[in-house]
């Protein structure tokens, strides 16, 4: 059973770069089945995809956000890394990790993280 | 972006019920359609996958339907544990969108 875990600050300053990790245990993070996915909810935007990065590290971003995001992947560690720069209140949400299964030519995201609450205040 | 749009937003019904929720694609998205249960404070969670495939351990009353642009998923008989938000999301091309969700409550 694949378990993910989002850590990081959980207050940002605006204009400061929001950083957080996603560990996982349980599956091998470099199995290429699987793209590493970030997700965001907010109150005024629901769920909202923010990007995907594969064990290879190649990575999609939304284009809504594709200019401050940063995805990243350690095999080594079994983690992957998400970075969002100049960072505003609207940015404030709760940021989860997920995993995006390939099955028989079907996409779902079939595991979370239990949610890492972000909030951008000075 | 592929424009995902549920109906309603909220519901309320009784145990017992059957509840029935629309999402609509404002294109196709053939059978690459996903949906996924949330309770307050918890992570989403999977309940169907291609439209109509139930991912493991989700109970039979959960059933999905669809193709193309427009989706259903039917809870035949509401159970207490039901009562969460649900939401669709597209799978058929990147950026993934979802559905602004429909609350299921009392």
């Known amino acids: 059973q694949v378990q993910l875990q989002e850590s990081g600050p959980g207050l940002v300053k605006p204009s400061q770069t929001l950083s957080l990790i996603c560990s996982v245990s349980g599956d091998s993070i470099g199995s290429d089945k699987y793209y590493w996915t970030w997700i965001r909810q907010s109150a005024g935007r629901g769920l909202e995809w923010i990007g995907r990065?594969?064990?290879?590290?190649?990575?999609y971003y939304n284009p809504s956000l594709k200019s401050r995001v940063t995805m990243s992947i350690d095999t080594s560690k079994s983690q992957f890394s998400l970075r969002l720069s100049s960072v505003t209140a609207a940015d404030t949400a709760v940021y989860y990790c997920a995993r995006d299964v390939y099955n028989s030519g079907w996409i779902y995201l079939d595991s979370w993280g239990q949610g890492a609450l972000v909030t951008v205040s000075s | 972006d592929i424009q995902m749009t549920q109906s309603p937003s909220s519901l309320s019904a009784y145990v017992g019920d059957r509840v029935t929720i629309t999402c609509r694609a404002n294109q196709s998205v053939a059978r690459f359609l996903n949906w996924y249960q949330q309770k307050p404070a918890r992570a989403p969670k999977l309940l169907v996958y291609?439209?109509?495939t139930l991912q493991s351990g989700v109970p039979s009353r959960f059933i999905g339907s669809g193709h193309g642009r427009e989706f259903t998923l039917t809870i035949t008989a509401l159970q207490p544990e039901d009562f969460a938000t649900y939401s669709c999301?597209?799978?058929?091309?990147?950026?993934?969108?979802f559905g602004q969700g429909t609350k299921v409550e009392i």
């Open positions: 291609a439209a109509s």
């Open positions: 999301q597209q799978g058929h091309a990147v950026p993934w969108t």
């Open positions: 990065v594969y064990a290879s590290g190649s990575t």
